[in-house]
């Protein structure tokens, strides 16, 4: 009994099957119902086919570009698309004649999708402004990047920002089975069947991204031979082959700033697990191991601090220790540090401390240095009082003595408030017996 043929050697589209599948109408759309459900935002614009300056931003694959076309089409309007990547002044310009020329001549709206809006620069987002302020063109930016960082405040004050989310699971997973079993513009030809560990397999690994998603399972289930009856099938061990890839993360963007905090969050709430999870996230994606090696220094002083001074000459020998061995052995002691400084107790006291001693000395930058605190190196300055009357703490079998080491005007300051936690617990009696018999000196004086 023959085989029934091959189809992949004849089947060769042009474009990707993220491309070919991209929706062509709003039923076809997958996702971001907060936005396009029943009595939702978009829902109430488009269906009024209302045209307002809007801004999509979301994660790579959620539907930017696709609802931006959905949205011209459904307004009847006319779309410019241009890429800020290559689009430069010259381009804005004629975008914007191009709009005048169609309302002149057809009395058509014009809408400026805008793709990878955060990559125009403050000069280029001049040019568009005073037109899209006029309503010349309309604007639908699509950005990864948070909009508030990345426009000027006067264009993005005249848009709507819309924030789409990633897509869910089961969106996924619809567009998964959508794109297997179209025989027009997806993969039903080829007759493929993917395996129910394999399906979620694949939208997990694709991290709420249907571009993802659609590439991996291309790739899949081409590189996946026909069974004799002609169909392939694809199992989650043949997924794991293609799917090997850094996470989304940007070094510079807002998903760098986003896994850090969460990262030092850890940290501070004393979570090992999520500590290690969110540092080696970063690690898989390329980050700077020494940058993160610097976020551990910063926690062990500004969240540990002296409740368990051990912390900082840990995390100083972790970042000595992996600039002496580098990945991946020096990774080892980034980690014992992170799960040390989670585990640490924590005191944010100096912290606070520092804070409050900078607020002060920015308030009272001429208050006198007290005499007795003044080197006297000549004979005029000890005539003049410097240095009289300075204890030497050593000299006490203490070796402490009450003393005022402030400005007249600040001997009531008090800037370190020990924590009962770890160590600070052990001195935060000391020092307040020190401060009450310093109190009542200065009382006397």
Not at 96 to 105: G, I, Y
Not at 124 to 150: C, I, M, R, W
Not at 220 to 244: F, N
Not at 278 to 307: C, K, N
């Amino acid at each position: 009994m023959s085989s029934k043929p091959d189809l992949s050697s004849a089947w060769s589209p042009t474009e990707p099957l993220a491309e070919r599948v991209r929706p062509r109408c709003l039923e076809e759309f997958v996702g971001q119902r907060h936005l396009l459900g029943e009595g939702k935002i978009l829902h109430r614009l488009l269906h009024r086919a209302l045209f307002q300056s809007l801004i999509l931003w979301g994660p790579p694959g959620c539907g930017k570009t696709t609802l931006a076309h959905l949205i011209a089409r459904h307004t009847e309007g006319h779309l410019i698309a241009l890429s800020a990547v290559t689009a430069g002044t010259k381009e804005i310009r004629e975008a914007v004649e191009e709009a005048r020329h169609v309302w002149a001549s057809v009395r058509k709206r014009s809408w400026l999708f805008m793709d990878e809006m955060h990559r125009l620069n403050k000069a280029q987002q001049d040019v568009l402004l005073p037109h899209v302020e006029k309503g010349t063109l309309y604007l639908l930016g699509a950005t990864t990047e948070n909009p508030s960082f990345e426009m000027i405040r006067p264009l993005l004050s005249r848009c709507h920002v819309l924030v789409l989310e990633p897509l869910s699971e089961d969106d996924l997973a619809h567009v998964v089975v959508r794109a297997l079993s179209d025989s027009e513009r997806g993969l039903g030809l080829l007759r493929p069947v993917l395996s129910e560990e394999a399906l979620k397999l694949l939208v997990q690994a694709a991290g709420g991204d249907a571009r993802v998603a659609l590439n991996l399972l291309e790739t899949a289930v081409l590189s996946t031979p026909p069974h004799a009856d002609g169909v392939r099938r694809v199992e989650a061990s043949m997924l794991l082959d293609v799917m090997e890839r850094p996470g989304h993360y940007d070094k510079n963007g807002e998903e760098h700033y986003n896994l850090i905090s969460a990262f030092h969050k850890s940290l501070r709430g004393g979570d090992p697990d999520a500590a290690l999870y969110w540092m080696t996230r970063m690690l898989q994606a390329g980050e700077d191991p020494l940058y993160i090696a610097r976020r551990l220094v910063v926690a062990a002083s500004e969240d540990v601090g002296l409740a368990d001074p051990f912390a900082l000459v840990l995390t100083m020998n972790a970042v000595r220790a992996y600039e002496f061995l580098g990945s991946p052995e020096g990774e080892l002691h980034l980690a014992q540090a992170a799960v040390y400084v989670s585990l640490a107790p924590k005191s944010n006291s100096v912290y606070k401390a520092l804070k409050s001693a900078r607020e002060l000395a920015r308030k009272t930058p001429y208050d006198p240095v007290p005499l007795h605190l003044r080197n006297a190196p000549t004979a005029l300055l000890k005539e003049l009082g410097y240095g009289k009357a300075y204890r030497y703490p050593h000299d006490d079998p203490q070796g402490w003595v009450p003393e005022v080491y402030v400005p007249e005007t600040l001997k009531d300051a008090v800037f370190y408030e020990p924590s009962v936690r770890g160590w600070e617990g052990k001195w935060k009696e000391t020092l307040e017996r020190r401060r009450a018999l310093v109190k009542k000196k200065a009382e006397r004086c």
